[in-house]
C-alpha cells in the first residue's frame, strides 16, 4: 500500500499578460514646429485583485522635446499620466483570501507616435503588463519506504593498516625489473 504525504507550499495559480495603448494630449503655450522627442519615465504601478478582476492603477511621466519659432528655440513639457486597468484572470482553483498579486512590467511605456495638432501635442503610449496570482497549494506526493543504503564507516586503525600494506606491496624498480 502506497505511503502519501501532503505538502503545501505557494505556487502561481493564474497567469497572464496583457498589452496597452493609450492616447493623450497635452497643450503647450508655444506654436510647436517640430518634435525632437519623446521619452517615458519613473513608472510606478500596483495591483490588488476586486472580485475575479485584477485592478493596476499607476503612474508614468512623459516628458516631449520641441522645437518652436521656427525651429530656433527648443523647450521640454512634463505631463504625469495615471492609469487604471482592468484585467479578468481567469483562476485554475478556488478563490482564496490569501491570494498575492504580482505585477510586472514586461515591456516598460514607450512612445509610440507623436503628431503636433496646432498648440497641441498628441502622442500614443504602449506597455505591457503581466500578473501572476499566487496561492497555498497541496500537493500530494507517494513516499517511499525504502531507505538508501548505508555508507560503512572504517575505523582509523583499519586505514593504517591499509596504507602500511600498500607500502609493503608497491615496488619502486617495477621498471628496471621488467626489463
Known amino acids: 500500500?502506497?505511503?502519501?504525504?501532503?505538502?503545501?507550499?505557494?505556487?502561481?495559480?493564474?497567469?497572464?499578460k496583457k498589452s496597452f495603448t493609450t492616447k493623450a494630449s497635452v497643450n503647450v503655450?508655444?506654436?510647436?514646429?517640430?518634435i525632437l522627442g519623446c521619452w517615458v519615465i519613473n513608472h510606478n504601478f500596483s495591483g490588488e485583485?476586486?472580485?475575479k478582476?485584477?485592478?493596476?492603477?499607476?503612474?508614468?511621466?512623459?516628458?516631449?522635446?520641441?522645437?518652436?519659432?521656427?525651429?530656433?528655440?527648443?523647450?521640454?513639457?512634463?505631463?504625469?499620466?495615471?492609469?487604471?486597468?482592468?484585467?479578468?484572470?481567469?483562476s485554475r482553483d478556488e478563490e482564496s483570501s490569501t491570494e498575492e498579486i504580482i505585477v510586472r512590467s514586461l515591456k516598460q511605456p514607450n512612445c509610440?507616435?507623436?503628431?503636433?495638432?496646432?498648440?497641441?501635442?498628441?502622442?500614443v503610449v504602449e506597455k505591457e503588463l503581466g500578473i501572476e496570482?499566487?496561492?497555498d497549494v497541496k500537493v500530494k506526493v507517494e513516499a517511499s519506504g525504502d531507505e538508501d543504503p548505508w555508507d560503512e564507516i572504517i575505523e582509523e586503525e583499519k586505514v593504517e593498516e591499509?596504507?602500511?600494506?600498500?607500502?609493503?606491496?608497491?615496488?619502486?624498480?617495477?621498471?628496471?625489473?621488467?626489463?
Open 112 to 123: 509610440l507616435k507623436v503628431d503636433i495638432n496646432g498648440n497641441s501635442i498628441e502622442y
Open 162 to 179: 591499509t596504507e602500511k600494506k600498500i607500502e609493503e606491496e608497491v615496488k619502486e624498480n617495477f621498471i628496471d625489473e621488467a626489463i
Open 49 to 51: 485583485k476586486v472580485g
Open 1 to 16: 500500500m502506497a505511503n502519501y504525504k501532503e505538502i503545501v507550499t505557494k505556487a502561481v495559480i493564474a497567469k497572464g
Open 53 to 90: 478582476q485584477i485592478v493596476v492603477n499607476g503612474s508614468y511621466d512623459v516628458n516631449i522635446w520641441y522645437s518652436y519659432d521656427n525651429d530656433t528655440k527648443t523647450e521640454v513639457v512634463k505631463e504625469t499620466n495615471h492609469y487604471s486597468e482592468v484585467i479578468n484572470m481567469r
Open 133 to 135: 496570482l499566487v496561492d
Open 29 to 34: 503655450s508655444n506654436n510647436p514646429s517640430t
